[in-house]
């Protein structure tokens, strides 16, 4: 019984810290970094295959604490995400790029996961488009 109760205030305690450390993440004194994206999906429509697959897309931190992207993953190899590792001030924008491989012919459709200390959590971006042979 002991044993269990000793358990039970343990976890009790590891959520509280945890909920508490998250909370402390997403805030500075108060203030939050807000991730605001111009486009969440970008479509390529369609392309000829080997041409330039880069895009990128737009952001501004509409919030008032400096936004730190620590992370961006793609759904697969074929997408290759590049970003600055800086903080973005407030008021201040910045940009992801993102390069799809071309040379693979048909309908794509690829989740970019953004993570960062920004208000909401992980954003989820997409591309899309075709490719087809060239003419």
Same mark, same amino acid.
């Given at each position: 019984?002991?044993? =269990?109760? /000793?358990?039970?205030?343990?976890?009790?305690?590891?959520i509280? &810290?945890? +909920?508490?450390?998250? %909370?402390?993440?997403h805030?500075?004194?108060?203030?939050?970094?807000?991730?605001?994206?111009?486009?969440?999906?970008?479509?390529?429509? =369609?392309? /000829?295959?080997?041409?330039?697959?880069?895009?990128?897309f737009? &952001?501004? +931190?509409t919030?008032? %604490?400096?936004?730190?992207?620590?992370r961006?993953k793609?759904?697969?190899?074929?997408?290759?995400p590049?970003?600055?590792?800086?903080?973005?001030?407030?008021?201040?924008?910045?940009?992801?790029?993102?390069?799809?491989?071309?040379?693979?012919?048909? %309908?794509f459709?690829?989740?970019?996961?953004?993570?960062?200390n920004?208000?909401?959590?992980?954003?989820?971006?997409k591309?899309?488009?075709?490719?087809?042979v060239?003419?």
């Open positions: 019984m002991k044993r =269990t109760l /000793n358990t039970l205030i343990l976890v009790v305690l590891s509280t &810290f945890f +909920n508490a450390t998250t %909370a402390e993440i805030t500075l004194n108060g203030k939050v970094a807000v991730l605001e994206f111009e486009s969440e999906i970008l479509d390529y429509g =369609t392309i /000829n295959q080997n041409s330039d697959g880069l895009r990128t737009i &952001f501004i +931190n919030g008032d %604490a400096p936004l730190v992207i620590s961006v793609t759904s697969c190899g074929c997408t290759v590049s970003y600055s590792k800086a903080p973005i001030l407030p008021g201040e924008s910045g940009e992801i790029k993102i390069k799809y491989d071309t040379k693979r012919l048909g %309908a459709s690829k989740t970019i996961t953004v993570m960062s920004a208000k909401g959590g992980n954003k989820i971006l591309i899309k488009g075709q490719v087809v060239s003419a």
